[in-house]
């Protein structure tokens, strides 16, 4: 474990971009305490650099917010056996959407118990493993899967718990490409349609099977809680038409995750200590309306809760001016660490992170990775200090959520490590792979 020496600090100005430790002095950016620069010397870059005590903190405000019902993150966003065990200890449960995942969780010592399994194509062998580790909740997807997840249950001789995924036809208003909840989905079954009603009578009559509840998720960075309540208001529909049907009580109401964060200076996003008494409250109303009693909710975090503690470290390799055109700015990483802007046009910032830097002269800079690829924009214009020179180093704030999980290695560049920061102290997390790590699976 790496000890560094704290300095004296000024507080940034709050904002919803940077991790809540993060400061800053005549030395730079701080995070938990520690200097970036320090942590660059130490670990190179690109680094994601994560604070732990704000990651924490985001965990207990979403258990605050929901008390009496569950919160589940959702490991898509990020997962590492040592995050999972923050969120045990924490008392989260966790989303998982793969044996990867599942394996993740296991080694942090996670129960099944405090699991749920989703998946649009889950393979029998990952069926296999969620039931045979106790997984409480499996989310069925399609019509294939409950056969595949009856005949699973039935050689392990257990009544496994689901839900039904069902698209509510609600409109996130998010980009097209994280948008899940209308209809004509790879996801769930639609209710619109009749698909629902259809899976739920055939998961009633499947032997192996205990349908407690339904799920349904809206898509990612949603930044309004209408569409939230009006999801909830007609799964309660289906949940009595379910009632009426077949004289089945479902106990259990899923929302799922996809609250938004600020990605960008001036943008506010929805605090769950907002989000949770208007969900629960609309939950209720309709379940009044319906003579139903109310259901144990659940939601599921992920970028809510990891993406504002992560800041990504880069260095400036070039800085090309081209007269009348745009100052392009190289830096050490690129889309193989953030492949959100070239996926669906995504929008971030970036601050000079090394050292203080000319506060009275500034000018627009484009940030760009090192890739082939002329597609690999990481930020598109921002403001930077007009001193800015090769070497210096670039914070990118808002990089905990999809940016480690979907790195990759285009070029074959190696991946970046996660490094946890927390009063003063920095810890490796996922070390930094190696050009052997690379190759290693290379048959020759």
Known sequence: MK??????????????????????????????????????????????????????????????????????????????????????????????????????????????SSMIFHGNNKSTAELEEAVAHGVSLIVIDSVDEIGRLSATAVRHDVRQQVLIRVTPGVEAYTHAHITTGTDDQKFGFSLSTGSAHRAISQIL?????????????????????????????????????????????????DL?????????????????????PLVIDRVRKACAEAGLPVPRLAVEPGRAIAGPTTVTLYTVGTIKRQPGLRTWVSVDGGLSDNMRPALYDASYTAALAGRAGDRNADETFTVCG?????????????????????????AVPASGAYHRSMANNYNCQPRPPVVAVRDGTARVLVRRETLDDVLRLDVE
């Open 3 to 112: 000890t560094i020496p704290k300095g004296t600090t000024t507080m940034r100005e709050p904002d919803h971009l940077w991790p809540a430790t993060t400061t800053t002095d005549a030395h730079g950016l701080r995070i938990g305490g520690v200097l970036l620069g320090d942590l660059a010397r130490e670990f190179g870059t690109p680094a994601f650099i994560l604070d732990e005590e704000d990651f924490r903190s985001r965990c207990r405000s979403w258990r605050t917010a929901f008390a009496g019902h569950d919160v589940f993150y959702a490991g898509k966003a990020f997962l590492c056996t040592q995050v999972a065990g923050w969120l045990a200890e924490e008392g989260l449960g966790i989303d998982v959407c793969s044996a990867g995942e599942l394996r993740t969780a296991q080694r942090a010592g996670v129960p099944g």
């Open 256 to 276: 799922g995750g996809g609250l938004g964060i600020a990605y960008l200076p001036g943008e506010t996003p929805l605090d769950v200590g907002e989000l949770a």
């Open 370 to 394: 090192r890739h082939c690829e002329s597609g690999d924009v990481l930020v598109d214009s921002v403001r930077l200090p007009t001193d800015l020179v090769v070497g210096d180093l670039l």
């Open 205 to 253: 009559r499947s032997p192996g099977l205990e349908l407690v509840g339904l799920h349904s998720h809206l898509g990612s960075q949603i930044m309004r809680p209408d569409v939230f309540e009006l999801a909830a208001e007609r799964l309660v529909g289906l949940m009595a038409d379910t009632a009426r049907t077949h004289g089945v009580l479902l106990r259990r109401l």
